[in-house]
């Protein structure tokens, strides 16, 4: 992560597979190929409107990281780490955003069978970040990474840590 193309991170290709999973589920779903289709009307209207909260929760959290981004924009001039804004609640607010849209559509989907993928969704994004940013950043950032890690999570958007 050193050019200016490498500030996105993972993120594209992330978006393409999570994207890519929840398509193929819709799909399958639609079609009956995945059969676990809930039928009781209450947990149906739940998971509709748990889905509608997540596709919400995760379109704020995204646009708030990428167009609201002038705040990351001036800590990138500055080389300094941004903890800051959404990044103060969840340290990859764009793949959180992603993650929770896909997991709203896949609620609302209301098949059984594919309540497996936001986790999948969750240890996809784990393995990418880890892998490439996680490293990138704490050997920048060292000790205040350290310190940010511990206190904001890394998918799950929360109240900082006091």
Known sequence: MNSKKDVYGVGPIYGLVVGILT????????????????????????????????????????????????????????????????????????????????????????NIFLFILPFIFWGVMTIFVKEKEEKYLLEKYKKEYINYCKNVNRCIPWVRKK
């Open 23 to 110: 398509i193929t589920s819709i799909v399958l779903s639609v079609l009956n190929i995945i059969s676990g289709r809930i039928n009781n009307k209450i947990i149906i209207t739940i998971l509709i409107i748990l889905g509608i909260c997540f596709m919400v929760y995760g379109f704020i959290l995204w646009k708030r990281a990428v167009f609201d981004n002038k705040l990351v924009e001036d800590y990138i001039e500055k080389d300094k780490l941004c903890t800051e804004g959404v990044y103060g609640i969840v340290r990859n607010p764009c793949y959180t955003g992603v993650m929770f849209i896909c997991t709203g559509i896949i609620l609302m989907l209301h």
